[in-house]
């Protein structure tokens, strides 16, 4: 089942633990609460039926994490491996995180001999179950604001502004008394039952009719006024939106109809606290006045009225004879209620997928038995089985097998992941690894060694604070920038980089100007010289090709390269062959010699994860042609899109590619460029890692002016 789904039905059912607790109680303490305090304890149940966020140690991640496991153990494997893997006293954890690192994962069809298409469409529906719930919850939005529109035209269609200068007076003193500034209308309409306030930022008072006693006239602009200035509207939409997306769960329904009725109650206690005692039986008589009324036309949740029905009016008449002031030790009570139902919010909890893991050790918490169970199973069997789940591109299956592996066949599949490029299956197996396993530090060394920045960022997330100082003082004393970055940002000491890379950089800079002088090469800003002239294309590659700088210019006129020897000293310049350019921003349909083509290089021997990346400010006009060719020897995706300066969020000509087994990660595509810059604007360009590290990225980025020849 999807992850996000999974949050959403665990906070679904802490709501429901909330709702029957609130409901509980108030069956006794109905009159002894303040009825305004009874309205708005409901939030706290909506904010934890609304926001997935909750204590990392829960009720409701517990037993989550119990119904996983249980299931884990529980599910049918292929029919030729359910008595290895379901051997008495194994205990396996459930795949999580799987979707992480393989978004496309297939069933072992080669495996399942006794396979139903019932099953499959049981399993279908079961992955795509959130689509369901999304489409429902949409539909049930979208046809409440369209009845709620249809409401409004139809009050507004009947409306007739109330020219009475006395009533308008009073109206304005009563807003004036209840410290609301904005105008406030008052019109009338007599298709409507009772007074009732609309209009979310242009309120307006109905009533049924000009005809009512000045006395019950106050009462009524007090109520709705009152409903404005405690934002009620809002608050019933809130209502509305939350039962929508839980309109599978009748608890809610049952909390909205709740909510609907307090919020009346709840008025009518805050206007009797302004009015005083003494009004009670005039408020209760502008009630019944306004019951002889009802029935001619239903209001809308949208709108909030004086009275809502028979019923409820007969309640409320009840309530508000029964009205006085709440004593210092209801109050006292009122408190700690209120912390008693946010600390059980807070305790309910949400599930998520992080509980489910052991972060400390970086692997699953469920115990896995890594002894052969007794019987017919033995290594061999869990190395066929590891076998056939690789073959059928399982990820999960493969997982919960891993770990029963033996030492030496384990390494042996890490091996074959690291020589394939396999980050996905290489990653899922890394988290079974102990921290003190000799297969992660032979493969951390490994992979620092062939500066394979994705394996390495993906076994820094198995090793403990001890481990990750001890590579960071090595990167630091090699001076492998790639490496600190990633492991100053596993020990969250990315500032202290930052301030280092900044300091360090400035003097490379500084070195490196003084030596391309010494070769004849001068800097005057970003353009570069060579002997008088401005430079096209300026390439310094270090003997073991990693890139050092890499200039261009189109309005200059030579490509110049820097020599350096094997030890990386320079040694002269030379200018670059065509062949050396083409090779290094690729054919780009021929337009590298064209004067008037913007090419933007995009050469990073890493891109952190989660990092982004500017390549600059660039003005786009419609008609304009946009070339990317950028590719990354390692890393899972990769994003190059334009935005505007401080809108990084929003993204537009993006291409955002994820690797593909046996496939480079490459982002190449071409935009004609129109709306939003259908005339001339500016933009920057990024490029961005959203999915862990990239490594050894190369390419660039062209802009094709619309009237370029």
């Known amino acids: 089942m999807n992850a996000v789904l999974k949050i959403f039905l665990s906070m679904s059912v802490s709501g429901s633990l909330l709702i029957l607790a609130l409901l509980l109680g108030k069956r006794f303490l109905k009159d002894k609460i303040s009825r305004q305090w009874q309205y708005y304890i409901w939030l706290v149940v909506i904010l934890r039926l609304l926001l997935p966020f909750g204590p990392e140690v829960s009720l409701m991640g517990k037993a989550y994490q119990a119904v996983d496991q249980a299931i884990s153990r529980a599910a049918p494997l292929p029919a030729q491996q359910q008595s290895p893997l379901n051997a008495p006293g194994d205990n396996f954890a459930p795949a999580v995180e ?10 072992p069809a080669d495996d399942i001999t006794t396979a139903h298409p019932l099953q499959d469409i049981g399993v279908l529906f079961i992955n795509h179950i959130w689509l369901v719930w999304l489409v429902a919850a949409l539909g049930l939005l979208i046809r409440k604001i369209t009845i709620y529109q249809g409401f409004v035209r139809y009050i507004k269609a009947g409306l007739t502004p109330l020219s009475d200068i006395q009533r308008l007076d009073e109206l304005s003193i009563v807003a004036e008394q209840s410290g609301i500034k904005k105008p406030i209308e008052l019109c009338v309409n007599p298709l409507v039952s009772s007074p009732l306030l609309i209009g979310f930022f242009h309120p307006c008072v109905v009533l049924p009719s000009a005809d009512i006693p000045e006395k019950d006239f ?9 409903h404005y200035k405690r934002r009620d509207i809002f608050y019933k939409w809130l209502v509305q939106v939350t039962a929508c997306l839980h309109w599978f769960n009748p608890l809610v329904h049952l909390m909205s109809r709740e909510i609907t009725k307090a919020c009346e109650f709840s008025c009518d206690e805050a206007v009797l606290t302004k009015m005083g005692s003494n009004n009670v039986q005039d408020y209760g008589k502008t009630l019944l006045d306004a019951m002889a009324a009802i029935g001619r036309y239903k209001e809308h949740l949208g709108a909030v009225t004086l009275s809502e029905n028979k019923q409820l009016l007969k309640e409320r008449i009840n309530a508000i004879m029964d009205f006085k002031k709440k004593s210092t030790a209801i109050r006292l009570l009122t408190g700690a209620l209120t912390l008693c139902v946010m600390f059980g919010a807070a305790f309910v909890g949400v599930y998520s997928v992080a509980a489910a893991v052991d972060h400390t ?16 199973t033995d290594s061999k069997d869990y190395a066929a089985q590891a076998e056939r789940y690789y073959e059928a591109d399982s990820l999960p299956l493969f997982e919960i097998t891993f770990p029963r592996l033996d030492e030496n066949i384990q390494k042996k599949w890490l091996e074959q992941f690291y020589a394939d490029g396999d980050f996905a ?10 921290t003190d396993s000799a297969l992660l530090t032979g493969f951390a060394e490994k992979a620092y060694a062939d500066e394979e920045m994705a394996f390495f960022s993906t076994l820094t997330d198995c090793m403990d604070e001890a481990e990750l100082e001890l590579w960071l003082d090595r990167a630091l004393e090699d001076g492998n920038w790639a490496f600190q970055s990633i492991l100053f940002a596993k020990l969250d000491r990315g500032e202290e980089f930052d301030e280092l890379e900044e300091q360090q950089e400035k003097e490379w800079d500084e070195a490196q100007a003084a030596q391309y002088r010494a070769a004849g090469v001068t800097t005057d800003g970003k353009d570069y010289y060579y002997q008088g ?3 096209n294309i300026f390439l310094d590659i270090r003997a073991n090709r990693a890139l050092r700088t890499l200039n261009m210019n189109p309005k200059g006129t030579v490509n110049i390269k820097i020599v350096r020897d094997t030890n990386n000293k320079i040694t002269g310049t030379s200018y670059m062959t065509e062949a050396e350019v083409v090779e290094l921003l690729g054919d780009l349909n021929g337009l590298v010699n064209q004067s008037d083509v913007e090419i933007i290089p995009a050469v990073f021997e890493t891109v952190a994860a989660g990092e982004t990346i500017s390549l600059g400010e660039y003005t786009l006009s419609s008609g304009d042609e946009i070339l990317y060719d950028i590719s990354a020897k390692t890393g899972n995706r990769m994003n190059v899109f334009f935005a505007k300066d401080g809108q990084e969020d929003v993204a537009y000509w993006s291409v955002n590619n994820l690797r593909q087994p046996g496939e ?3 982002c190449i595509a071409d935009f004609t460029v129109g709306p939003p810059a259908a005339k001339p604007e500016t933009y920057q360009l990024y490029l961005q890692a959203p999915d862990g590290a990239l490594g050894t990225v190369r390419g660039s980025v062209s802009i094709v002016p619309a009237d370029a020849s």
């Open 533 to 535: 002239q401005l430079i």
């Open 425 to 434: 299956f290489f990653s899922v197996a890394v988290r079974w690894l102990d």
């Open 664 to 666: 480079p990660l490459e």
């Open 218 to 226: 106050r009462c009524i602009v007090l109520h709705e006024l009152t």
């Open 361 to 376: 050790a970086g692997k699953p918490q469920a115990a896995v038995d890594q002894t052969p169970a007794q019987g017919n």
């Open 98 to 107: 799987a979707e992480q690192h393989n978004q496309t994962v297939n069933s």
